[in-house]
């Protein structure tokens, strides 16, 4: 059996309608929300997935147990992520909710890293950084006196 879901961006999402899904024979499509765009942040969710992930052309294709998925994207750089092997619409579906929330997570960290780098040129100095339960991040900075 094999699943493709189409990973719709949560822009286009929220205003287009949702779209059903589609049955064939041997193969299930299914559009997801998902505000993954990055591909280097795809791949380093991928990984932290536990995926083993490769590069084929401009495809990323990702490894689980028994699971394979090669993500596209086209023309309009939306990404479809094409599952085969022991997987069913649910199952692929859960495993894009969790490579979602491990782009979210690839998302924040390089947010902050950019910050942190950043803020001396705009004359700011990191004072305390803590993570709450949900994982928020909370960053105190000092402006310095010139």
């Known amino acids: 059996?094999?699943?493709?879901?189409?990973?719709?961006?949560?822009?286009?999402?929220?205003?287009?309608?949702?779209?059903?899904?589609?049955?064939?024979?041997?193969?299930?499509?299914?559009?997801v929300e998902t505000r993954m765009r990055?591909?280097?942040?795809?791949?380093a969710a991928l990984r932290d997935t536990r995926a083993?992930?490769?590069t084929?052309?401009?495809d990323l294709v990702a490894d689980w147990a028994g699971?394979?998925?090669?993500?596209?994207?086209?023309?309009?750089?939306?990404?479809?992520?094409?599952?085969?092997?022991d997987v069913d619409?649910?199952?692929?579906?859960?495993i894009v909710r969790a490579v979602?929330?491990?782009?979210?997570?690839?998302?924040?960290r390089a947010v902050l890293t950019r910050l942190t780098e950043r803020a001396p040129a705009a004359g700011l100095r990191?004072?305390?950084?803590s993570v709450t339960p949900d994982r928020a991040v909370r960053l105190v900075f000092a402006v310095e006196r010139s």
Not at 100 to 106: E, F, S
Not at 126 to 129: A, F, G, I, P, V
């Open 1 to 31: 059996m094999s699943v493709s879901l189409i990973l719709v961006p949560l822009v286009i999402a929220a205003t287009a309608a949702h779209a059903g899904l589609t049955k064939g024979k041997d193969s299930t499509v299914v559009k």
């Open 38 to 43: 990055d591909a280097a942040l795809l791949a």
């Open 52 to 54: 083993a992930v490769t």
């Open 56 to 58: 084929e052309d401009a």
């Open 67 to 85: 699971v394979r998925a090669r993500f596209s994207r086209d023309e309009r750089h939306i990404w479809t992520a094409h599952f085969t092997g």
């Open 89 to 94: 619409e649910a199952r692929a579906t859960d």
């Open 100 to 108: 979602d929330a491990a782009y979210g997570r690839q998302v924040q």
């Open 126 to 129: 990191l004072e305390s950084r």
